[in-house]
C-alpha cells in the first residue's frame, strides 16, 4: 500500500488544500464534472489514479545516454544520487539501427548521440551497480528493441534479479518511425510481428514490463500540432492492438502493460488539455472496440519530455525558463513520468551541471510550487475544460479519417501523416519567419551574444575501443554455437515461432546486436520510404 506523502495538505499560507480542485456540481462550457468524472474513475479525465501526486509522485527521469557503457553508467549513478528515481537510456545511431560498432557505417556516429551498445557486456557495463528489481528503466529503442530487451534480461539474470522482477519500458514504436522519425529497418509486416512477440513473450515471463511505449514525442518533434500529437499516436496505438489480437492475443493479456510517451510544448493551457484529452480519448476508444475486462487495459499511462525543439541555441539559459512552463503543464496534465531537457541540449549533449539544474527543476514543482498537491489543478477552469474538449473532438475526427483510408499502417503507407505534419511544421515556420509567433532570443529579445555555456565533448576514441571489445569477444567465443544460434533466428523469422527466447539465447552466448539484426535481415529484407515522404 502507497502511503501518503504528507499528513495535511496546505497552502504555502497555511490554507486547508481539498483532494479536488473543483466541486462535483461544477458545469464548464456544457461540460459537467459530473460527466467528466474524478480521478481514478473513467474516463480518466483527470488522472488515472484517485489520489494522483499526493500518494506518489511521478517517475523523474532523466535521459542520459554518450560515448562510452562506463561514461553513461556514471551519468546515471550520479542523477541517480541526486534523486532520480528511474533510468532513461538514449542510444546511438548504430545502436538504434541495429548495426555494431564495427560496421563500416558506423564510422564516426559510435557515442555520439547515446550510448553505444553491440554486446552483452556493454550492457554490463552500463548497469553495473544498479538494482534493476529497483530501479525502473526506459530504453528509447525501436527496431531492435528485442535485441536490447534480451540484454536487459540477461544482465539482471545475473544479478540474480528474475524477468518477472525488472522494471521499465521499451519504445518499440515501429510505426511512429516510419511517420517521423527515421530509425526503422524492416518493413512493417515483420516489424509488427516483432512486436507483438515481445507482448506475447513478456505478457508471461517478464509482466511488469511495459512492451511499448507508443510516442507522440517524435511526431510532436516532426513539427505537428497538439491534435496530431494525439490523433496520430492513439490511431498507431489502435494498429497495435488490432495486429496483437490478430495474432491470437487478449486485450486483457496486454493493454495493461501498454504506455504512451508524448512530448510537452510551450503552450501551457494547451499542453495540459491534452494530456487530459488524450486520456479520454483513449478510453472511450479502447472500451467501445474491445470491451476489456481488466481497468488498467483502457488507462492511458504515459511518460512526458519537454520539447527538444522548443530548445534555443540563442541564450541557452532562456531554455529554463521554457523547460520550467513544459514540465509545469506535463504535471498539471497528470504524467506518470517526466523528463526535463537541460538548457543546453541545442548545442550539444547535456553536462552534468545542466542536467543536474533540468533534475532539480522537477523536484522544485514536486516539492515546492503546490501543483502536486491536489488532483486535476487546472479542472474546472473554463479556458482548460473547453480545450480540451476541442481537443478530443478534433484529434477523434482525425482518428476516423485516418481508419477511412484503411488505418495508421496503410495512411503510413501512402504518407498521409507524413504529410500533414509537414505541412503544420511549414505553417509553424512561416508564422515564426514573418514574426507572427515569436521567440524569444531568435525573432524577439534579440541581442549579441558574448559567452556560450560550456558544451561537453567527446571521447573520440570511443569508436576505435568499442571495435576492439567486439574483436576481443569474436575471438574467445563458441564460434560454431554462435552460428548456430543465429541460423535458429533465421529459421524461427521465416516461420512463426516467437523469436524472443531464440534472440535471449543468442545474447547469452555472445552473438553481437548486428549479426542477430542481420539473421533477421536475411528473412525480413529492409525497407525504405517511398520518395517524396
Not at 500500500?1 to 488544500?17: A, D, F, N
Not at 529497483?134 to 544479478?159: D, F, G, R
Not at 532539480?360 to 479542472?379: C, K, Y
Not at 515564426?432 to 541581442?447: A, L, P, Y
Amino acid at each position: 500500500m502507497v502511503t501518503q506523502r504528507k499528513e495535511e495538505w496546505k497552502t504555502l499560507s497555511g490554507l486547508k488544500l481539498p483532494l479536488q480542485s473543483t466541486q462535483e456540481t461544477l458545469d464548464t462550457n456544457g461540460v459537467s464534472v459530473n460527466e467528466i468524472g474524478n480521478a481514478g474513475s473513467p474516463p480518466y479525465t483527470r488522472g488515472i489514479h484517485a489520489t494522483m501526486y499526493r500518494s506518489r509522485l511521478w517517475t523523474m527521469r532523466q535521459y542520459a545516454g554518450f560515448s562510452s557503457a562506463s561514461a553513461t553508467n556514471e551519468r546515471f549513478k550520479l542523477l541517480l544520487d541526486r534523486g532520480q528515481k528511474g533510468l532513461s537510456v538514449a542510444f546511438d545511431l548504430p545502436t538504434q539501427l541495429g548495426m555494431d560498432a564495427d560496421d563500416d557505417l558506423s564510422f564516426g556516429e559510435v557515442g555520439k548521440v547515446g550510448v553505444s551498445i553491440s554486446q552483452l557486456d556493454d550492457m554490463r557495463e552500463l548497469l553495473a551497480g544498479i538494482p534493476l528489481d529497483k530501479v525502473s528503466t526506459s530504453m528509447t529503442i525501436n527496431a531492435p528493441a528485442m535485441v536490447l530487451l534480451a540484454m536487459y534480461i540477461a544482465v539482471a539474470e545475473e544479478q540474480g534479479i528474475a524477468p518477472h522482477q525488472v522494471l521499465g519500458t521499451i519504445q518499440n514504436d515501429i510505426l511512429k518511425e516510419y511517420i517521423a522519425r527515421g530509425t526503422y529497418v524492416f518493413p512493417p509486416k515483420p516489424s509488427m510481428r516483432l512486436i507483438t512477440d515481445i507482448f506475447e513473450y513478456c505478457a508471461e515471463h517478464v509482466p511488469k514490463w511495459n512492451t511499448i511505449s507508443i510516442s507522440g514525442y517524435h511526431i510532436r518533434e516532426a513539427g505537428s500540432t497538439a491534435v496530431q500529437e494525439v490523433a496520430f499516436t492513439l490511431a498507431n496505438a489502435l494498429e497495435y492492438v488490432d495486429a496483437a489480437i490478430r495474432s491470437g492475443l487478449d486485450i486483457d493479456t496486454f493493454g495493461p502493460r501498454l504506455s504512451f510517451f508524448f512530448n510537452c510544448h510551450n503552450d501551457f493551457f494547451e499542453e495540459a488539455s491534452k494530456f487530459r484529452a488524450a486520456r479520454t480519448l483513449w478510453y472511450e476508444l479502447i472500451t467501445e472496440r474491445y470491451a476489456p475486462k481488466n481497468p488498467k487495459s483502457s488507462m492511458l499511462r504515459f511518460h512526458t519530455q519537454v520539447a527538444g525543439v522548443s530548445l534555443t541555441a540563442q541564450q541557452p539559459l532562456n531554455n529554463v525558463a521554457r523547460v520550467t512552463i513544459q514540465a509545469l503543464a506535463a504535471v498539471c496534465g497528470g504524467t506518470q513520468s517526466l523528463h526535463t531537457n537541460s538548457y543546453d541540449e541545442a548545442l550539444g549533449l547535456p553536462t552534468e551541471k545542466s542536467a543536474t539544474v533540468a533534475l532539480r527543476t522537477q523536484q522544485i514543482i514536486a516539492e515546492e510550487s503546490g501543483a502536486a498537491d491536489v488532483v486535476d489543478p487546472l479542472g474546472g477552469s473554463y479556458h482548460v475544460e473547453q480545450l480540451t474538449k476541442r481537443i478530443h473532438d478534433e484529434a477523434k475526427k482525425q482518428i476516423l479519417e485516418i481508419e477511412s483510408l484503411g488505418g495508421a499502417m496503410k495512411a503510413i503507407e501512402q504518407g498521409w501523416q507524413q504529410r500533414e505534419i509537414h505541412n503544420a511544421a511549414y505553417a509553424h515556420l512561416n508564422d515564426v519567419e514573418s514574426g507572427t509567433r515569436k521567440i524569444v532570443g531568435v525573432n524577439h529579445g534579440t541581442m549579441e551574444e558574448l559567452n556560450s555555456p560550456e558544451v561537453m565533448k567527446l571521447d573520440p576514441s570511443v569508436g576505435e575501443a568499442q571495435c576492439a571489445k567486439l574483436k576481443q569477444l569474436r575471438s574467445t567465443r563458441d564460434q560454431n554455437n554462435c552460428n548456430l544460434l543465429l541460423l535458429a533466428i533465421r529459421e524461427a523469422a521465416a516461420g512463426s515461432d516467437n523469436l524472443f527466447p531464440h534472440v535471449i539465447s543468442a545474447v547469452k552466448s555472445g552473438c553481437t546486436l548486428g549479426e542477430i539484426m542481420n539473421a533477421m535481415k536475411d528473412e525480413f529484407g529492409t525497407w525504405m520510404a517511398p520518395s517524396g515522404f
